[in-house]
């Protein structure tokens, strides 16, 4: 299986099934003489794991994050990091029914077809716990990256839709909520419909604001690895997204050009920010702003028609522990994603000033 590794000169790669001994992943590139605080990654870490609440799955995985290698005194030294994260509550007897057949808008079907094999627990290595590990790596990523501030928040759920521009909301109230949305009273809301689909043994989607402050300008280059691309490439990897905007996104085809340019000031910032703090691929230094549309989870709790491996149509329900909404533990994911993007231009940077 190729395509387990992200990034080009601050890279991870990473290992581990659902329901195998462990995850984890390496970090190749990432500077000597950082002083890695191990406390904040693995605070990071439990804003993802399972059992944070009653509004995501219930499994309950401590997720403790383990460092073997990279460092020394507290600091990076250069070489590689390796991690791993524990399994300790898989239930694999829960995916026993499906066994020999197909779960509809999962990996299932095209694994068998394109590997002869897959491990039926859990999704083996398509299931969403694969994203711990890069959680643990955009920790260690947003500790180099001084300064830059990655705040994501959940803006949309089914069709409870945060109407307020990021500018007037307080990130403070992000992790205040079990939504992580940055608006109390809408986080209530959201709350309170996410419980009634999960009652109903069903699922629902929805979106993931991030804004990310600080960034310098240069990162990104201006032909086929263009800043957004890249940041498109991060959120469209991670599990159940099906789509990516920034700056102005879909809403700007409906403008004039007139309206749409961001006017500069005369210190080389701008009256506006269609652009979403990106211009040529490169960022600008203006906020970089963009939106994540996660599907709603394909395991339903209820009765389904599907086939078997044989092509023969067959009921089953699906069972054990699943998130009925995704985005409220996907947050820390969309900022790793983030992270490790503007961390891998940031050396790309420093190399371009040779």
Same mark, same amino acid.
């Given at each position: 299986?190729?395509?387990?590794?992200?990034?080009?000169?601050?890279?991870?790669?990473?290992?581990?099934?659902?329901?195998?001994?462990?995850?984890? /992943?390496?970090?190749?590139?990432?500077?000597?003489?950082?002083?890695?605080?191990?406390?904040?990654?693995?605070?990071?870490?439990?804003?993802?794991?399972?059992?944070?609440?009653?509004?995501?799955? *219930?499994?309950?995985?401590?997720?403790?994050?383990?460092?073997?290698?990279?460092?020394?005194?507290?600091?990076?030294?250069?070489?590689?990091?390796?991690?791993?994260?524990?399994?300790?509550?898989?239930?694999?007897?829960?995916?026993?029914?499906?066994?020999?057949?197909?779960?509809?808008?999962?990996?299932?079907? &095209?694994?068998?077809?394109?590997?002869?094999?897959?491990?039926?627990?859990?999704?083996?290595?398509?299931?969403?716990?694969?994203?711990?590990?890069?959680?643990?790596?955009?920790?260690?990523?947003?500790?180099?990256?001084?300064?830059? =501030? +990655?705040?994501?928040?959940?803006?949309?759920?089914?069709?409870?839709?945060?109407?307020?521009?990021?500018?007037?909301?307080?990130?403070?109230?992000?992790? *205040?909520?079990?939504?992580?949305?940055?608006?109390?009273?809408?986080? +209530?809301?959201?709350?309170?419909?996410?419980?009634? +689909?999960?009652?109903?043994?069903?699922?629902?989607? /929805?979106?993931?604001?991030?804004?990310?402050?600080?960034?310098? +300008?240069?990162?990104?280059?201006? &032909?086929?690895?263009?800043?957004?691309?890249?940041?498109?490439?991060?959120?469209?990897?991670?599990?159940?997204? =099906?789509?990516?905007?920034?700056?102005?996104?879909?809403?700007?085809?409906?403008?004039?050009?007139?309206?749409?340019?961001? *006017?500069?000031?005369?210190?080389?910032?701008?009256?506006?920010?269609?652009?979403?703090?990106?211009?040529?691929?490169?960022?600008?230094?203006?906020?970089?702003?963009?939106?994540?549309?996660? =599907?709603? &989870?394909?395991?339903?709790?209820?009765?389904?028609?599907?086939?078997?491996?044989?092509?023969?149509?067959?009921?089953?329900?699906?069972?054990?522990?699943?998130?009925?909404? &995704?985005?409220?533990?996907?947050?820390?994911?969309?900022?790793?994603?983030?992270?490790?993007?503007?961390?891998?231009?940031?050396?790309?940077?420093?190399?371009?000033?040779?």
């Amino acid at each position: 299986m190729a395509g387990n590794s992200f990034g080009n000169l601050f890279r991870l790669t990473t290992f581990g099934e659902s329901h195998g001994r462990a995850l984890g /992943g390496v970090i190749d590139g990432c500077p000597a003489g950082i002083a890695l605080d191990i406390e904040a990654v693995q605070s990071e870490l439990n804003r993802r794991k399972p059992g944070q609440s009653a509004i995501v799955t *219930q499994r309950k995985e401590p997720d403790t994050v383990e460092i073997y290698s990279g460092m020394f005194e507290g600091k990076t030294t250069g070489t590689p990091i390796g991690f791993a994260i524990h399994n300790t509550n898989q239930k694999s007897k829960d995916y026993s029914h499906i066994k020999d057949s197909y779960r509809p808008s999962h990996a299932d079907y &095209v694994y068998d077809k394109k590997y002869g094999f897959r491990d039926y627990r859990g999704g083996g290595r398509s299931s969403a716990r694969e994203t711990a590990s890069r959680v643990v790596a955009g920790a260690i990523a947003k500790q180099f990256l001084k300064g830059v =501030k +990655i705040n994501a928040f959940v803006s949309q759920v089914g069709e409870l839709k945060l109407e307020v521009p990021y500018q007037e909301l307080d990130f403070n109230q992000i992790e *205040q909520n079990s939504v992580r949305c940055a608006d109390p009273d809408m986080a +209530i809301k959201m709350e309170d419909y996410i419980k009634r +689909i999960k009652k109903e043994g069903d699922t629902i989607g /929805g979106v993931i604001t991030c804004v990310t402050q600080n960034v310098p +300008i240069g990162l990104g280059e201006p &032909v086929f690895d263009k800043l957004h691309a890249e940041l498109g490439k991060a959120m469209l990897s991670i599990n159940a997204v =099906k789509g990516f905007e920034y700056g102005s996104g879909f809403a700007g085809v409906a403008m004039k050009g007139s309206a749409h340019n961001d *006017q500069f000031n005369n210190d080389g910032t701008t009256k506006t920010n269609m652009s979403g703090g990106v211009q040529g691929g490169i960022s600008n230094g203006m906020d970089i702003y963009f939106n994540v549309a996660f =599907k709603p &989870v394909a395991t339903v709790l209820q009765a389904y028609e599907t086939i078997d491996k044989e092509g023969n149509s067959v009921t089953t329900k699906g069972k054990g522990r699943h998130d009925p909404c &995704v985005v409220p533990r996907a947050v820390p994911i969309v900022e790793a994603m983030t992270a490790l993007v503007l961390a891998d231009f940031s050396l790309l940077a420093r190399t371009n000033k040779f």
